[in-house]
């Protein structure tokens, strides 16, 4: 069973992804608000993926993205968010993130579903 730690500062479409992940069989270690508890987070449990937003408060996904690479290498990461520019989503492959999707993942539609666990499967491999 893939291990995920889910970051977004939202704490409802935090939940909402944790129950999509658990509905698919993922064991979701903790939920993160901001790049500072995801850091904590990730460093206490070394997920096999961190599933990370982009826009946070205190640290963004781009900031703690970088902070999680420094901290392990091997860290797979993979960014979900709203945000979705070519600027953004290329930064964030540059800085080591395994892939990018597009919010929202929707709990009842199967293209969304399949998207989030193909790229999570492949992120933990």
Do not use: W
């Not at 270690?29 to 508890?37: E, T």
């Not at 070394?46 to 826009?55: A, E, F, Q």
């Not at 703690?64 to 860290?75: F, G, P, S, T, Y």
């Amino acid at each position: 069973m893939n291990r995920v730690l889910v970051v977004d500062d939202s704490a409802f479409m935090a939940r909402s992804v944790a129950i999509v992940l658990k509905d698919m069989d993922f064991e979701v270690v903790a939920l993160a608000h901001d790049g500072f508890q995801g850091v904590e987070k990730y460093e206490e449990l070394r997920p096999d993926v961190v599933l990370l937003d982009v826009t946070m408060p205190n640290m963004d996904g781009v900031e703690c993205l970088v902070k999680l690479r420094e901290i392990d290498n091997d860290a797979r990461v993979v960014m979900l968010s709203a945000v979705h520019d070519e600027e953004t989503v290329n930064k964030c492959l540059e800085y080591g993130a395994i892939a990018f999707l597009q919010k929202p993942i929707r709990r009842g539609n199967a293209e969304d579903l399949e998207r989030l666990r193909s790229t999570l499967e492949t992120a933990a491999h």
